[in-house]
């Protein structure tokens, strides 16, 4: 028996049993910076002409002190949000000079006029949201077959969009997670910035085994308090965050998440985090991970076995489940989810997301003055040529599905319509 066959069967046994990874075979020497102090929530977008080391563009006061909950978005406007790209469904290039006449949008059925437009040239403001954690570490250390730390599935793709895909005129930020989300950098356009947060990734180790994604994606996406920001002076080891939410209009939005899709222990719930995904109206854009991982060893996780990665009870069912979750995600936010299983795969799937986010064309409609609690349907269709047929046949739209009206609560105390969603 050769040593390759030997190590491999090492490592199914290894799995098989427990999946548990001794002391010895990492070292675990991240500890959380102490972030610094601040009244204000961050997260927000510097205004045109300003650096991020200068002054902020103020939060609208109905944000300020205000996180919101997972049920439900706090309403600032009468207006609903979408961001749509169209592309052809046979060549798969996107549809880049289109006009407002040339969209249409459907409300469970009923059209809505287009209240707001702008087209794909304005600047992009990416939140980039990695899974730093033990579990990922291990998943993709067998993934690899011991032969890179397992750290690096998520840290390759991190660098690769950060250090070629963003522009200038961009502006990313980066929360990487655990068993809390912890900002490392705030929105910034600072190569130096940049490179300093895939220096921090490198030189460090994840901390903890849970994989809080849902907890991670509540405060991306509507804020509130979490560990302050690492690469910044540290005085207070908390800041409120306003979430991308709350970055001011005129630039396209979007969520990158670099993830297996595991959730371990959040403090809210699979049904919660879509909601808040609904609502928020901004495209998540998803590199899957730990596909290797599932491939090699995916069959002998049987949900009966008692199969676990470092003491979490994990089985083949859990990473279906994540990958459904992922998809669900993806599917009702307008973005789009990509399994990578090898990394010569990654430069083309990155360069899809780079297309797809330059492409974004940003809609947005007034809802009706319902206040029902419920999910409410939306159909974004477009007629390219202007010949007043709808290009169903020909084009894809991809754009959020779903908003979700206020409860008849949030009614009552003087917020109405769908609210800034």
Do not use: C, W
């Amino acid at each position: 028996m050769n040593r390759n066959f030997s190590l491999r069967l090492a490592l199914i046994a290894g799995i098989v049993f427990s999946f548990a990874v001794s002391a010895t075979s990492f070292v675990y020497a991240q500890a959380r910076r102490q972030p610094p102090a601040s009244d204000q929530k961050k997260n927000k977008r510097p205004p045109e002409g300003q650096t991020d080391e200068q002054k902020q563009e103020p939060l609208p006061p109905d944000l300020v002190g205000k996180p919101q909950e997972a049920e439900k978005v706090s309403v600032t406007t009468n207006l609903v949000n979408v961001d749509a790209v169209v592309y052809n469904k046979k060549t798969g290039q996107p549809q880049l000079k289109l006009k407002q006449s040339n969209f249409a949008i459907f409300v469970d059925g009923v059209k809505k006029d287009i209240t707001n437009f702008s087209t794909p040239e304005a600047p992009i403001t990416v939140s980039l949201v990695v899974e730093y954690s033990r579990t990922a570490q291990r998943i993709g250390y067998f993934g690899s077959g011991g032969m890179e730390e397992g750290q690096n599935e998520v840290i390759r793709p991190t660098a690769m969009f950060l250090s070629q895909f963003i522009k200038p005129e961009d502006f990313v930020s980066v929360i990487a997670y655990d068993m809390r989300p912890t900002p490392l950098t705030d929105f910034t356009n600072d190569p130096n910035r940049i490179q300093q947060v895939i220096s921090l990734l490198l030189h460090n180790q994840p901390a903890f085994s849970e994989s809080n994604l849902y907890d991670a994606l509540k405060l991306t996406l509507v804020g509130g308090r979490g560990d302050s920001v690492v690469l910044e002076n540290a005085k207070e080891r908390t800041t409120e965050y306003s979430g991308m939410v709350s970055v001011p209009g005129g630039r396209r939005k979007a969520v990158l998440l670099v993830a297996s899709g595991l959730d371990t222990f959040s403090k809210i719930n699979m049904d919660q985090a879509r909601k808040i995904v609904q609502n928020a109206g901004i495209p998540i854009y998803i590199v899957g991970t730990g596909q290797l991982f599932v491939k090699k060893y995916g069959d002998l996780m049987d949900p009966g076995r008692g199969s676990n990665i470092g003491g979490i009870p994990i089985d083949r069912m859990t990473f279906l489940q994540a990958d459904n979750t992922m998809k669900t995600f993806a599917k009702e936010s307008g973005g789009a989810f990509y399994p990578v299983t090898f990394e010569g795969e990654l430069p083309d799937v990155l360069g899809s997301i780079n297309a797809l986010l330059r492409s974004q064309y940003s809609l947005g409609f007034k809802p009706d003055d319902i206040a029902d609690g419920k999910s409410h349907k939306i159909v974004v269709k477009v007629d390219v040529d202007g010949d007043g047929q709808y290009d169903d046949k020909a084009y894809v739209v991809r754009a959020r599905e779903v908003y979700n009206a206020p409860k008849p609560d949030a009614a009552s105390g003087g917020k109405t319509g769908g609210g800034k969603q």
